[in-house]
T-cell receptor, first 116, second 116 residues
Framework: AQSVSQHNHHVILSEAASLELGCNYS??????LFWYVQYPGQHLQLLLK??????LVKGIKGFEAEFIKSKFSFNLRKPSVQWSDTAEYFC??????????????FGKGTKLSVKP | DTGVSQNPRHKITKRGQNVTFRCDPI?????LYWYRQTLGQGPEFLTY????????KSRLLSDRFSAERPKGSFSTLEIQRTEQGDSAMYLC??????????????FGPGTRLTVL
C-alpha cells in the first residue's frame, strides 16, 4: 500500500539552528507533494507544495523543500529556525492513480520544538 | 473569516449514540474532503465530494459512517452507534479543482469527538 514516512517524531532545536525534516513516500507514479504545518491550537495550514517544474520549492516563512524523484523524497528545510516555528509538521502526498482525485496521504507528523 | 468552518468544535457522547458533524467549505470550492486524525498520527482520508457527488470512500469508512453534501455546499458526517474507537479529531477540507485536476486542500479547525 502507498505510504508516507516521516523519519523524526520529535525534533528539538535551539533558535538559529538549521532544520531538515525528512519525508519519503512509496509510489512510483506521478505525485503532488505538500508540507502542512499545525501551530499549537491552530488548524492545518499549507506551508508549501510541489506539482511540477523546479524541484526546489519555496514556501512561506523561509521554508523550502526539495523533491528528489530518484529517492522518493521531499525533505523540508529552513536555514535558521525561530521560536515561532514550534509546531507539528506533516508531509502529504497525492498519488495520481486509478483516477483517484481525493486520496491525500499524510505522514505521522514531526513535532518541532525550538528553544529560545 | 472565509475559511473552512466546522461545527461543533467538540463533542462528547456515550457509546452507542449517534453524532453528526457539519462542515462549511470555502464558498467557491467544489471539492470537500473528510479526514480522521488520532493521537500521534497524521490525518487519514475518509471520503470526498465533488459538488454533491460522493466520488471516493476509504476502507476506513465503515457502514456506521455516512457523509452527505446535498446541495454541493455544506457537508455532514454522521456516525451511528458510536464506539470508543471512533474518538478522534474529524477534519474537513475543501479545494477548487475540475475534471482530473488536483489542487491544494484548505483545512478547517476540526471537530474533536470523545466517546465515553
Amino acid at each position: 500500500a502507498q505510504s508516507v514516512s516521516q523519519h523524526n517524531h520529535h525534533v528539538i532545536l535551539s533558535e538559529a539552528a538549521s532544520l531538515e525534516l525528512g519525508c519519503n513516500y512509496s509510489y512510483g507514479g506521478t505525485v503532488n507533494l505538500f508540507w502542512y504545518v499545525q501551530y499549537p491550537g491552530q488548524h492545518l495550514q499549507l506551508l508549501l507544495k510541489y506539482f511540477s517544474g523546479d524541484p526546489l520549492v519555496k514556501g512561506i516563512k523561509g521554508f523550502e523543500a526539495e523533491f528528489i524523484k530518484s529517492k522518493f523524497s521531499f525533505n523540508l528545510r529552513k536555514p535558521s529556525v525561530q521560536w515561532s516555528d514550534t509546531a507539528e509538521y506533516f508531509c502529504a502526498v497525492h498519488m495520481n492513480y486509478g483516477g483517484s482525485q481525493g486520496n491525500l496521504i499524510f505522514g505521522k507528523g514531526t513535532k518541532l520544538s525550538v528553544k529560545p | 473569516d472565509t475559511g473552512v468552518s466546522q461545527n461543533p468544535r467538540h463533542k462528547i457522547t456515550k457509546r452507542g449514540q449517534n453524532v453528526t458533524f457539519r462542515c462549511d467549505p470555502i464558498s467557491e470550492h467544489n471539492r470537500l474532503y473528510w479526514y480522521r486524525q488520532t493521537l500521534g498520527q497524521g490525518p487519514e482520508f475518509l471520503t470526498y465530494f465533488q459538488n454533491e457527488a460522493q466520488l471516493e470512500k476509504s476502507r476506513l469508512l465503515s457502514d456506521r459512517f455516512s457523509a452527505e453534501r446535498p446541495k454541493g455546499s455544506f457537508s455532514t458526517l454522521e456516525i451511528q452507534r458510536t464506539e470508543q474507537g471512533d474518538s478522534a479529531m474529524y477534519l474537513c477540507a475543501s479545494s477548487l479543482a475540475w475534471d482530473r485536476d488536483y489542487n491544494e486542500q484548505f483545512f478547517g479547525p476540526g471537530t474533536r469527538l470523545t466517546v465515553l
